[in-house]
């Protein structure tokens, strides 16, 4: 593989690490119970800089599998990503469709549900991952290599969640009665020698009525000074028919990279 695309997909990965999460108190909510093996929900995310571009992903989380790993069963979550740059009230592709594919312990959505959907820390034993028609990769101990990655660049993560209360929310996929979390995070990265630091606030709608649970969510993010918004909301969803999209045999990832050598180059 070429050091370059390596790099490239391990940057997406560590971007994927900022992500909102609330525990399983702040939810209330069983995700083995609403996401049944096939299911599936397609989400659109906004996000609008401070001179006021937009970026639009569409990001389809699918669970393709269960197994059963050291006397546990564990699932496969897979994500698929597609990134559109928005000008003119256009859209134009950006970049190459990125898809993950991640075997996750059961314990993990027991405990801790947005954690295990949207955060590569917990991840669980392996990793699948495919950039474009680029031949996919394997990495196992996915969790150590995030870990890892996140040390490299100086990461640190925290985000408190309290629950607000229960409201009815109206998206493109229909309406849902939701629990309405509210809670504010921040985030700094360090990438060789600058130091990105955030803060956000952020508000979500969680349903019981459809895979995954994210309905809606809205927020701020001020990123060293300037300001953005984001916001997603539900397009799609289907308690079936969902399978993996990455068919060809993954290739292993060799020795573990030294993660700053990495960021460095």
Do not use: C
């Amino acid at each position: 593989m070429k050091g370059r695309h390596l790099r490239n997909m391990l940057v997406v990965m560590s971007l994927s690490m900022v992500a909102t999460t609330a525990s399983s108190e702040a939810l209330n909510y069983n995700f083995l119970e609403t996401t049944p093996n096939g299911s599936w929900q397609l989400r659109e995310d906004t996000t609008t800089d401070h001179r006021g571009r937009q970026t639009v992903a569409e990001t389809r989380s699918s669970l393709v599998g269960e197994e059963t790993r050291d006397g546990e069963k564990h699932y496969w979550i897979e994500m698929e990503m597609n990134t559109f740059k928005v000008k003119k009230g256009k859209r134009k592709p950006s970049g190459d469709t990125i898809i993950f594919k991640s075997l996750v312990a059961e314990s993990a959505f027991k405990e801790d549900p947005a954690n295990a959907v949207n955060n590569l820390r917990a991840f669980g034993k392996e990793m699948i991952m495919q950039s474009g028609d680029q031949d996919p990769i394997r990495m196992t101990g996915a969790g150590g290599m995030a870990e890892s990655m996140m040390q490299a660049m100086g990461t640190e993560i925290s985000y408190a969640y309290d629950f607000v209360g229960d409201e009815d929310v109206t998206v493109k996929a229909g309406s849902f009665p939701a629990r309405k979390i509210r809670g504010t995070g921040a985030v700094e990265i360090k990438v060789i020698f600058k130091k990105i630091s955030v803060t956000s606030s952020n508000t979500a709608w969680i349903s019981d009525r459809v895979p995954f649970g994210m309905v809606k969510s809205e927020g701020e993010s001020i990123t060293n000074g300037k300001t953005s918004t984001h916001s997603s909301e539900l397009l799609e969803y289907g308690e079936s028919g969902a399978v993996s999209k990455i068919t060809k045999t993954p290739e292993e990832l060799p020795a573990m990279p030294n993660m700053k050598d990495i960021f460095k180059q």
